[in-house]
């Protein structure tokens, strides 16, 4: 099971509008990111689960145990996680801080593609990192890849901070690699080399056949 929950699950990422109560900063898309937009395909889906990541990274588990939740997923998990995440709520959550009732804006999820956004847990993680990065590198990580990011009022710092690091690019990298071997099996590295043997042994059967009509016929 992906998670213990029953929650609404969907095919795609529907952004819906956002309260005009609520306090909205602008946040400018980082350039030479790359677009995690989710395709219409159909994907592996699981009986009795949700596509909510806060299902996975429990604030409450031990670094050993998210490493253990994460590397249990199977490719097509991970994949569903990504790009057919649970969408947010109509009505969200509210703090108050600093004067205002602040909340989660559904337009980030437009302007940062690889945002993934937990109901569950009122956070935010970045998906590739969460999901893509890899036990040893994510040990040490806090915010955005162990633990939900939900101090709106610091999001768009945040959010900056985030896009700048290496580990990240490397881990956008790595989404746009199972993106391609979900959505185009045949350009797959291993798939290209069966299939060249496959030839190979072919036309290796089609030579011998020509040599054993030559010698007895």
Known sequence: MLCPDLLETSSTIQITSDHASDIEEDHPQPSGLQSLAAPVLPVETIEGSCY?????????????????????LSTGEKFSLMYHHVQPPNVLPSRFSHG?????????????????????????????????????????????????????????SALLDHSKLKYHHDCLQLAEALRGSILNPASRVD???????????????????????????
């Open 52 to 72: 909510d990541i806060g299902n996975i990274l429990v604030p409450s588990k031990s670094i050993d145990e998210l490493c253990t939740s994460i590397d249990g």
């Open 100 to 156: 205002f009732n602040r909340r989660f804006q559904v337009s980030w999820l437009q302007k940062y593609s690889w945002l993934l956004y937990s109901v569950k847990l009122d956070g935010i993680f970045c998906g590739p990192c969460s999901l893509l990065l890899s036990s040893e590198k994510r040990k040490d990580k806090g915010q955005f890849v162990n633990k939900p990011f939900s101090n709106w009022i610091k999001i768009s």
């Open 191 to 217: 798939v290209m080399i069966n299939n060249a043997l496959q030839l190979a042994i072919n036309k290796n059967r089609h030579i011998l056949r020509k040599i054993v009509r030559a010698i007895f016929f």
